[in-house]
């Protein structure tokens, strides 16, 4: 292999290793990506032992949308494991490829973590769920028409989002419900047409995110839970235009709750 710095992997060891030497930790058990809404509860859910910011790390940007965070925590958990928690992702929408999209979970997968929690806002299709409830993800469909994988990489994706992982969820909180993510490229949100697209075809969140991040970490052997923010409905589900600053709004009235999910779950896996 012909392998020169700035190809995907090398990359992923590269930051690997500074997080190594920056934070004096050799290994990782669990990394988190906490989305919009997410981030309050980040410096809740163990020890510190190292806050980095993610844009003086290899292969990483700032990102793009303001609220969207950009930090790398290491912490130990309450059950003595080694955390990764980014405040903050790249989207497919700002256009710097797939492999900067899933860096952060090839990162992780370098550092040796074996669970992802993947969360995200999204807006909610299924017209039951109010702005500020969080839903499980149980399977994605990938509007991108990209795939982070290279070459003919034929992965099974039958339990990308890990069963036993969702019912550990539910276990922490019964009253969450479960939904179809549907990842679509924007950054404009849907069309109503677009959103009724995907509810025929078995949605229930749309959202920019997340999906193209489970399909590295399916590739990479992790586990993967992912929970979605309803922050807004989908277009078309009522008769609200979509408001970025509302979705801000409403992450930030469900914070608090966010906050004590993300912490129960942690302490459980
Ligand atoms: I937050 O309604 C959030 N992200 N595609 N559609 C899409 N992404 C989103 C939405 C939404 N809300």
């Known amino acids: ?27 990782a058990d669990l990394a988190l990506v906490l989305g919009s809404g997410w981030k309050s509860g980040a410096d809740q859910l163990g020890t510190p032992v190292a806050d980095l910011p993610l844009g003086d790390l290899p292969g990483f940007h700032i990102p793009a949308v303001a609220g969207h ?13 080694t955390a990764l928690v980014f405040t903050g992702r790249t989207h497919f929408y700002e256009e710097r490829g797939v492999d900067a999209v899933v860096h952060g979970v090839r990162t992780a997968a370098e550092l040796g973590v074996t669970t992802l929690v993947l969360t995200n806002g999204a807006g909610g299709v299924n017209p039951a769920w109010a702005p500020g409830q969080p839903v499980i993800i149980s399977d994605h469909i990938n509007l991108t028409g990209a795939s982070p994988l290279h070459g003919p990489t034929f992965i099974d994706m039958s339990t990308t989002w890990t069963p036993a992982l969702v019912a550990l969820a539910q276990q922490v909180d019964p009253s969450l419900p479960t939904g179809v993510y549907v990842q679509f490229r924007g950054p404009q949100y849907e069309t109503p047409a677009e959103v009724r697209m995907a509810r025929v075809l078995g949605g229930d969140l749309v959202g920019m995110s997340t999906a193209l991040e489970a399909i590295a970490a399916r590739e990479a052997g992790m586990d993967v839970l992912g929970i979605s923010l309803v922050t807004n409905a989908a277009a078309g589900v ?17 914070a608090p709750r966010l906050a004590g999910l993300v912490r129960d779950l942690v302490g459980v896996l």
Not at 7 to 16: G, K, Q, V, Y
Not at 71 to 81: A, D, E, N, Y
Not at 238 to 254: K, M, R, Y
């Open 69 to 81: 965070g950009g930090r790398l925590l290491v912490l130990t958990t309450p059950t003595g494991k």
């Open 1 to 27: 292999m012909n392998a020169t710095v700035d190809d995907p992997t090398s990359l992923a060891l590269e930051a690997a290793a500074q997080i190594r030497t920056q934070a004096g930790t050799a290994s």
């Open 238 to 254: 009522t008769d609200q235009p979509l408001d970025h600053a509302e979705v801000i709004a409403a992450g930030e009235a469900a």
